[in-house]
């Protein structure tokens, strides 16, 4: 039996329709590597200690991987709200969507870290759903869709996704907008982007990404903005479709509700930019960020491992959705190229680390590959080269060393 | 609405303010930290930094205590503040007042009363300094529930830069009024809040706090619970530093004195146990220290150059905050001497002295200044390197300056007293005769009729320069100066003694080393006694002075400068108590 008779089937028998069990596929298998993963190389692989170096939860190995790095800050914000401290690393740089649902949950799950865990692998679930149906819409192919899902699911990096972190609600909320954006329906696009918008700063790209979309609809894109049709289209919309406009306009409520609680709290409206500098984190802009680490590597050792492997991926990572968003824009239009633009080179303009991660969330990248992958090869070739990757990543995320 | 339109168009749009509501209601309920409780302070409250650091409140700004000071180093953001958690009665009749003393230009420190929060300055009021323009003036008003500051008043006052003020507010049921070191500026302002906390604020600027008091002024007095182990200090022993009382020491680490220096030029960085001057592109970049010194006191400084080599200090400054009317003396940046002057009014440099030096490089070394009431001695690593130098201007605080280098201070030093050696270390290197170090000075012994010279490693301009000379039979001993080299007598101008023929003479050398003699004067010589000469060199002019009685006076000089020597005909002579003194009036 064909492992492609093996998919079919199994829906077939469950009753399940595909857009619910391909995701669900795609999730628990993928989930099922890096949880074992996470596991194994927790107990196996003696991690680095020191002070800093936290563990949410000693006595629960299952849970306790998934909470490292800036996972911290969620917990502390769940668990004890917000804090401001001029010239300190302080809280409110992280948007209070996430720490809320695990605040939420807390008494459901007792304690934080659960909820945590819970409220991300709940949120990929629903990501790579709305994933799928967004592939499906727009290439017309169940193939390219579940191959998205898959790719997403499995990328290197995608252990955030099951972590206490904001990728998969990001990822679940920035896709359900463009989907809900994708098929006209500004309201359900209004309001996914709302909750987005509270998720992270570039939660609001998803407000003139919608934008975009209304415009296209009537007419006007940055590629015709030089004809006159185009204009005349835009005010015809302003005339006859303004309360989408409106709607639409919603967006940003999500961001400024957390200002104003910024403001009423700290007195100052834009904590989570003002504590950026306690980070070390300077703009610079992306080609001074490129040129640092291009020099960094000049001096490389490969074959004796003297060598800054994070910025080899970051970098790799940032090129990929370079070369991705270039072929977007002509596949799947400017709206998804600008959103997979914006996602990386806003935080590359302050340092590459991390890229791996914000890569994660560009969803348009996952669904261009998955209709390259209907190159057989390719697919292979992809599948294996992020599932390796997936658990060599996730054992390095779970011994406190930093991969993103 | 149709069904269709509600489930496109209403039903998310209800979502949408039903996520927004629950959003909101989570930011303000089960993401904002709960008030930890805060043990109020009753009052009176009195607070001088001098013991365990006291345990404020703050949002902003980094605060820390140094130097029995609370010192607000955060010259980004406006209105960092610390609260006091006092509990003063809305009903209450109290003072606060704090000493406050800005370490720079701007200008921006001040106080918090009657805070109803604990943690913001949400709903308090405010009285700080505001620099308007070139004017300086205080203003008071109150923070509403959005942390805007509302005004209720200003008055321009005179306070200069690094001087210490005692703000102060004086708060009765209804309304308070603003003080200024004790005296009422303006009164029965109306307050907004009653009763509530006290705090610290600055705005764009560092401030140094100190003394810290919330008085009761009416009714029943308010009897401070004493802790049990509260005692009555003892007086602190006096520190002193080789016998002297220590009247200031920094060795710039965290409890070290951050908050005396005032750097008004130049880069001045606190880092890790030292005080780094960083630019090394100009000239005298200085940082003054606020402390008031005696008229006479010992300053050393330890540093290092990590680059250049024009590091040095000031003294007698008028200000802490200008080089102007100050004494200065360092390292030359571009050659290996040591350099002495000061500075006037206008800034204008007038040097009073050099001497050669070896060069600084990177090790560390000790500058010493000893300084009386009238004059000033420098050392240079424990060695004495002038005499007694006039002093030209007579202010109180010290500093520290750099020039074309990058210099780090590890320590600063200053005692009572100004006990020195002014005796010289001659170091005799001379081109002919046998010259020796003696317990008691110098010596030449070779006998030989003939001109021997010894340049002693000083040099200098105008100087009062006293030598004993104890000469053998037949011999002559004298000093050369200006001279063109260190021990070269060569355009040098002699004053030597003639015991043959009972005259003391002088002369000057050319620049092939050849004597000319201008001039001689009798002078009787008791046998086998030593003989006191001092000369005084002056622009154009010197004396010439033995055993206390002028000789000579205002004999035409040539040279404006040079080294200076020692000069033997024939020996034994023996030079004993050399002493060099810049421009001293006989």
Sequence with gaps: MTAQAIRRAIPARLNVPDWIARPALAFIVTRLIVFFAAYLAEIAIPGVVGDGLYHANPNNVFLDVWARWD????????ERGYFFQL????????????????????????????????????????ALVFLYLLTDLEFEDRATATRAVFYMAAFPTAFFFSAVYTESTFALLAIATMYFARRRLWAWAALFGVLVASTRIVGVVMWGVVGLEWLKVHGWTLSTIHKGSSWRGFWQGLRMDWHSLAIIYLIPL???????????????????????????????????????????????DVWRGDIFYHIVVDLAAFALVLFAGVRMWRRLGESYALYSLISVLIPISSGSQSMTRYALVVFPLFMLLGWWGRYELLDRALMVAFSVFLGIFTAIFVNWIFIA | MSKAQFQQTGLPLLLLAVGLVALNAGLYTLLTAAPVPIPRLPLPYIEAFDGEPPVYRSFGGDWDVRDAQLVQINTVGLDLGTLIPVDAPADARYTLEVDLRHMSDAVGGGLIFNAQQLNSRQQSHMLRFNRDGAETFLIWGAFGDDSDFTGQGSIRVDIAPGEVARLGVAVNPETYSVLLDGEPLVESIPLVYRGGAAGLITSGSQVAFDNVAVLPVDGPAVVAEVAPEAEVAEVAAVVEVDGEALVYSDTFDSAGGVSAWTPFSGTWVFDDGALRQTDATGFDFGAGNITGLPSTYTYSVMFAHEQGQGGGVLFNMATPESKNNAHMVRYVHDDDFLTWGYFDAEGIYTGQG?????????????????VTPDSYVIALDGETVTGEIPLAVTGNHIGLVSAQ??????????????????????????????????????????MDATD??????????????DVTITQGEGAGGGVVFHMEARDNPAGGTMV???????????????????????????????????????????????????????????????????????????????????????????
């Excluded at chain 1, 007195?267 to 680490?293: H, K």
């Excluded at chain 2, 009572?416 to 270390?425: D, K, P, Q, R």
């Excluded at chain 2, 021997?452 to 320069?465: D, H």
Aim: aromatic share 10%.
């Design chain 1, 71 to 78: 996972s911290g800050f969620y917990l502390s914000i769940a």
């Design chain 1, 87 to 126: 010239g300190q690393q302080s809280s409110v740089a992280f948007f209070p969507m996430y720490p809320l649902l695990m605040a939420a949950l807390t008494p459901i799950t007792g304690s934080a870290l659960a909820a945590g865990v819970l409220v991300s692998n709940l949120a990929l679930f629903g």
């Design chain 2, 405 to 446: 280098s990058v210099m780090r201070v590890a320590r600063v030093n200053v005692t009572t007293g100004a006990t020195v050696n002014t005796e010289l270390t001659v170091e005799a290197v001379g081109t002919s005769g046998v010259w020796e170090i003696t317990p008691t000075g110098t010596i030449q012994t070779a």
């Design chain 2, 496 to 586: 030597r003694f003639n015991p043959i023929d009972s005259v003391i003479f002088w002369g000057r050398y050319d620049a092939e080393g050849v004597f000319e003699g201008a001039g001689s004067a009798p002078v009787v010589l008791p046998e086998d006694e030593s003989v006191d000469l001092r000369i005084v060199a002056r622009p154009a002019l010197f004396d010439v002075i033995v055993n206390g009685e002028i000789i000579v006076r205002d004999i035409p000089l040539a040279s404006e400068g040079g080294w200076l020597g020692l000069v033997s005909f024939s020996g034994p002579v023996a030079f004993d108590e050399l002493q060099l003194s810049a421009e001293v009036s006989e």
């Design chain 2, 354 to 370: 050099s001497v050669p030096v070896p060069n600084p490089g990177t090790e560390t070394h000790t500058l010493t200044v000893f």
């Design chain 1, 254 to 300: 999500g961001l400024i509700s957390y200002m104003l609680y910024l403001n009423n709290t700290f007195g100052d409206p834009i904590a989570f930019s003002t504590t950026q500098s306690a980070w070390g984190r300077e703009m610079v802009g992306p080609f001074v960020i490129i040129y640092r680490d291009l020099v960094n590597l000049w001096g490389a």
């Design chain 2, 452 to 465: 021997y010279v010894a340049g002693t490693g000083f040099a200098a301009e105008s100087f009062a320069l």
